[in-house]
């Protein structure tokens, strides 16, 4: 049993049921004793006790690092919810304790001295928000460390990440197929390395499906929901022109994109494909359905929860991995066969 059952037996998102069961602020009293009262009828570990079968060996930390907020925001809870519960199954079936580390910072110097404070025994850093110059300042730790949800291929680092590259291919592939010979892609003026990732993916994707990549090929959006929509608002009323399909970097960004195209009068996909990514729950129940990428996100987490693991009861050095893992196209609503 994990976080999705018990959210769906208490009625309450999956976010309420985290921040109830990691003893964090925003939950009644009541909703709190209900949820903990329904994770011990269905065996669930909550974070905090001992694992009953095992002595625990100490704790393992997922520090989720915000740097600015605008990428790890309330619009992605449901896609980290998932992590965290595959990799607290793991790391507790492993006899070790789980803790959440929420941290936003300024400083990474600052932030590595509070995660080394806290002594746990290994880390699992969610990287979504890191740069380049902040994962590298990560072998400052002195405890083993996996970065989660992010990856640059120059840093000899353990990173488990999705396939970016790959997934976008699929999208420009699949958009091709359909009739596209424009496609466009809307990305984030906040830069993330998976967002450079599907960047730099959707350029070699273009030239491999013989079409033209330019300056007008990518359309630029504020993050979250609220940005996406205001950016994109912004540029039709500026009258740029569209291409035949865009291909958004997230989810969130398509739902914000598809309502500024609805409010000018675009019918999608009759007038524009679009094309998402992370294949939240909210992109199967939108009108028209949006087609996205699938990350698997749950075995993300409990392969970045084993790779630490495995780090920690290794007798000798080895050196870094990086393991990228394949998601898959969700065909819906929002691509449309051209003749």
Do not use: W
């Not at 009625?11 to 909703?31: C, D, F, I, Q, R």
């Not at 930390?61 to 980290?80: E, P, Y």
Request: charged fraction near 20%; charge should be neutral; proline fraction near 3%.
């Amino acid at each position: 049993m994990g976080i999705k059952e018990i959210a769906e037996r208490a009625g309450v998102s999956k976010t309420t049921v985290s921040l109830a069961l990691n003893g964090h602020k925003g939950v009644s009293n009541e909703t709190r004793m209900q949820i903990l009262a329904l994770a011990k009828e269905l065996d669930y570990r909550v974070p905090g006790e001992r694992a009953i079968t095992h002595v625990s060996q100490g704790f393992i930390m997922f520090a989720r690092l915000k740097k600015h907020g605008l990428i790890l925001n309330h619009d992605q809870s449901s896609f980290i919810m998932d992590y965290i519960d595959s990799i607290n199954h793991v790391v507790r079936d492993s006899g070790y304790t789980f803790e959440i580390f929420d941290y936003s910072f300024e400083s990474m110097e600052q932030c590595l001295k509070e995660i080394q404070s806290r002594q746990p025994k290994g880390v699992i850093v969610l990287g979504t928000e890191l740069s380049e110059e902040d994962v590298m300042k990560l072998t400052g730790l002195a405890i083993p460390y996996v970065v989660l949800d992010t990856y640059f291929d120059q840093i000899p680092c353990d990173f488990i990440d999705m396939a970016n590259t790959t997934a976008v291919f699929s999208v420009v592939n699949h958009l091709h197929e359909s009739g596209h010979n424009q496609i466009g892609m809307v990305t984030s003026t906040i830069k993330s390395g998976n967002i450079l990732m599907r960047e730099r993916g959707f350029e070699q994707a273009i030239h491999a499906n013989g079409l033209t990549f330019g300056a007008e090929s990518l359309f630029s959006v504020e993050p979250s929901f609220i940005g996406a929509y205001s950016s994109m608002k912004e540029l039709l009323l500026s009258h740029r022109s569209l291409p035949q399909a865009l291909f958004c970097y997230n989810d969130v960004a398509a739902f914000g994109v598809i309502k500024a195209l609805k409010e000018v009068g675009y019918v999608i996909p009759r007038d524009i494909s679009i094309v998402g990514f992370d294949d939240l729950p909210m992109s199967s129940m939108m009108d028209p359905h949006l087609t996205s990428i699938k990350v698997p996100n749950r075995q993300i987490g409990r392969m970045a929860a084993q790779a630490l693991l495995d780090k920690l009861s290794a007798k000798k050095v080895y050196k870094p991995v990086c393991t990228l893992v394949h998601g898959s196209l969700i065909a819906r609503d929002t691509v449309m066969r051209r003749a």
